[in-house]
């Protein structure tokens, strides 16, 4: 099949878009306003965007009202966010915090969430995630997109703290992404979460993409030297 965006029809009784991009990270994302009052939202388009130092990013369309969402403004307003890593265990909360609530109404409520406190940061942390990390807010980039839904509000953080749960950290000093079962977004109303995994290291002796790869700012610097 080949159709164009906006101008010729899919002819599919669902549009396949988001499916095509798949698994997608959950950037689920706790602020705080100007008033104090909190709010967490899980958003699809999540990713970290360099390592050294370390910034993520997180896109929200607007609401249905057309509408900016209240994660974006308030990261805006106060310059702070946290992620919150979503897993297969909070998969429900995840998704009642995803619902169109008033604003002001408190999602870590709703959901049945207990906070945390953030040591760098005001907005809260989501108990019972095994990762988190504050964030200051860098920068919006805002493209325009249709009406109601469509334009989309590009927010990035810079990762001042990052929370991990020691259980989650095996015996070789890593991450056991597989007791975590991160929770990731598929099309439709789909999911899925990471349940297996497989190495792949690319070959030849460059040590500095090696590190690169590994995300690791000291072996990156040591590499080049």
Not at 51 to 70: C, E, H, L, Y
Not at 90 to 105: D, F, I, M, Q, T
Not at 116 to 140: D, H, W
């Amino acid at each position: 099949m080949y159709y164009e965006p906006g101008v010729t029809p899919h002819g599919l009784p669902h549009d396949p878009f988001k499916s095509c991009v798949v698994p997608r990270p959950i950037g689920w994302i706790s602020t705080v306003d100007s008033q104090g009052r909190h709010n967490l939202a899980p958003y699809s388009q999540f990713q970290n965007v360099t390592f050294n130092p370390p910034i993520v990013m997180f896109s929200a369309n607007q609401n249905t009202a057309g509408g900016r969402k209240d994660s974006v403004r308030n990261a805006e307003e106060t310059g702070e966010f946290v992620w919150n890593m979503a897993t297969y265990a909070l998969r429900e909360a995840v998704n009642k915090s995803a619902e169109e609530l008033s604003h002001g109404v408190d999602e870590f409520e709703h959901a049945g969430l207990h906070k945390l406190p953030s040591r760098k940061v005001k907005p809260m942390r989501v108990a019972g995630s095994p990762i988190q990390f504050e964030c200051v807010y860098l920068n919006t980039l805002r493209f325009p997109g249709v009406p109601p839904m469509g334009t989309a509000d590009v927010v990035f953080g810079r990762v001042v703290a990052i929370h991990i749960d020691d259980a989650v950290i095996d015996g070789q000093g890593m991450l056991d992404i597989l007791k975590i079962q991160p929770l990731a977004r598929m099309g439709y109303y789909d999911y899925t979460f990471v349940d297996n995994k497989f190495e792949m290291v690319i070959g030849g002796n460059n040590t500095a993409l090696l590190a690169g790869l590994e995300g690791s700012p000291d072996k990156a610097l040591q590499a080049t030297r």
